[in-house]
């Protein structure tokens, strides 16, 4: 089983407010990656990393930014929260590897008031 | 990366096999096939991937047919909590980024 942590777990906050979403991963794993999911639709992929000091902006259009400092730390920032922004967050992160198969954290659920 | 297509739904009775069909016909020669299933808003988790031999793990087995058109994840003896969406995804052996989930088969495991 994968090592990877997202907090919280369920934010409810109003607009406006900045946010980070915090994930972690104890695997040692250079690649991460951020998906936004609302309910019963797809993943869209909205950021991702190869490394430390690494990243690039997915397929999903994201007022969010994130930054990778450290290997096992991939945080993700909205600056002003809108309801817009209200779905799920999905971390993961992959070895660089041929297959690279990726292993997801729990989740946080932001709802934007 | 190739599309794929799957049903929208599945029942399966406990205990039976659950056997869930993937159509990937565009899929090219370095492309591997993966399998997720996501429980309930809960994080995606990993089940199985194969490139052209069929593979088996503790959780399932994955049979690639011979022209790698098309694919099956076996669940051998299903259970209520397998219950899920289950996702076929087509992915570049080179290192691509991104995982497109599509909308996935619902399976419905019922006792």
Known sequence: ?????????????????KITLECSQTMGHDKMYWYQQDPGMELH???YSY??????????????TVSRIRTEHFPLTLESARPSHTSQYLCASSELSLTDTQYFGPGTRLTVL | DAKTTQPTSMDCAEGRAANLPCNHSTISGNEYVYWYRQIHSQGPQYIIHGLKNNETNEMASLIITEDRKSSTLILPHATLRDTAVYYCIVRGGDNTDKLIFG???RLQVFP
């Open chain 2, 103 to 105: 909308t996935g088969t």
């Open chain 1, 45 to 47: 992929l909205i950021h």
């Open chain 1, 1 to 17: 089983e994968a090592d990877i942590y997202q907090t919280p777990r369920y934010l409810v906050i109003g607009t406006g407010k």
């Open chain 1, 51 to 64: 490394g430390v000091n690494s990243t690039e902006k997915g397929d999903l259009s994201s007022e969010s």
